[in-house]
T-cell receptor, first 112, second 112 residues
Framework: DQQVKQNSPSLSVQEGRISILNCDYTNSMFDYFLWYKKYPAEGPTFLISISSIKDKNEDGRFTVFLNKSAKHLSLHIVPSQPGDSAVYFCAATVSGNTPLVFGKGTRLSVIA | KAGVTQTPRYLIKTRGQQVTLSCSPISGHRSVSWYQQTPGQGLQFLFEYFSETQRNKGNFPGRFSGRQFSNSRSEMNVSTLELGDSALYLC???????????FGPGTRLTVT
């Protein structure tokens, strides 16, 4: 049973516009969520995280929103740039004491 | 500071053989986790080591094993290789079993 789901395998966005990547989870015990970005032939790199005590966390062009009642989080990238083209993974853990559970990823293509 | 290094980067093995993959964490990091990434499956957790002790283990058969040395370097071993073991194997390190893991570039294993 997939506990972390990224239902959109791919997303195309024009340069300068907003990219919104979505993630749903089923385990209500998850209380810390992370986003990773992965380029081909490289390992994932940490992007941004959010604790369940918050509903928003911002870092430059990246903002993560958490809706605990809906068990949903989203990553907003504004403005999108061609260098943002990569696979984005959502991950979740229980108080950092359990292994990260990853979604299957969403491939973002930012078109110039 | 040097990042996480994994050796070898690419490996081709035959069914039934065994393989050992190596991971050197970021200097000072004592926690190492291993993941398997296959097309369409995202990252699946294999195991986590901290101070030479296995802290968590994923849902993989006993053919998959690992260990961590006193210098925090880690190895994983897969015995009696099957075609389905073809994947990208990623190692990630962190200061402690915390949330933000730093990934290496991975070892691409192909089983023929």
């Amino acid at each position: 049973d997939q506990q972390v789901k990224q239902n959109s395998p791919s997303l195309s966005v024009q340069e300068g516009r907003i990219s919104i990547l979505n993630c749903d989870y089923t385990n209500s015990m998850f209380d810390y969520f992370l986003w990773y970005k992965k380029y081909p032939a490289e390992g994932p790199t940490f992007l941004i995280s959010i604790s369940s005590i918050k509903d928003k966390n911002e870092d430059g062009r990246f903002t993560v929103f958490l809706n605990k009642s809906a068990k949903h989080l989203s990553l907003h990238i504004v403005p999108s740039q061609p260098g943002d083209s990569a696979v984005y993974f959502c991950a979740a853990t229980v108080s950092g004491n359990t292994p990260l559970v990853f979604g299957k990823g969403t491939r973002l293509s930012v078109i110039a | 500071k040097a990042g996480v290094t994994q050796t070898p980067r690419y490996l081709i093995k035959t069914r039934g053989q065994q393989v050992t993959l190596s991971c050197s964490p970021i200097s000072g990091h004592r926690s190492v986790s291993w993941y398997q990434q296959t097309p369409g499956q995202g990252l699946q957790f294999l195991f986590e080591y901290f101070s030479e002790t296995q802290r968590n283990k994923g849902n993989f058969p006993g053919r998959f094993s690992g260990r961590q040395f006193s210098n925090s370097r880690s190895e994983m071993n897969v015995s009696t290789l099957e075609l389905g073991d073809s994947a990208l194997y990623l190692c990630a390190s962190s200061l402690a079993p915390t949330y933000e893991q730093y990934f290496g570039p991975g070892t691409r294993l192909t089983v023929t």
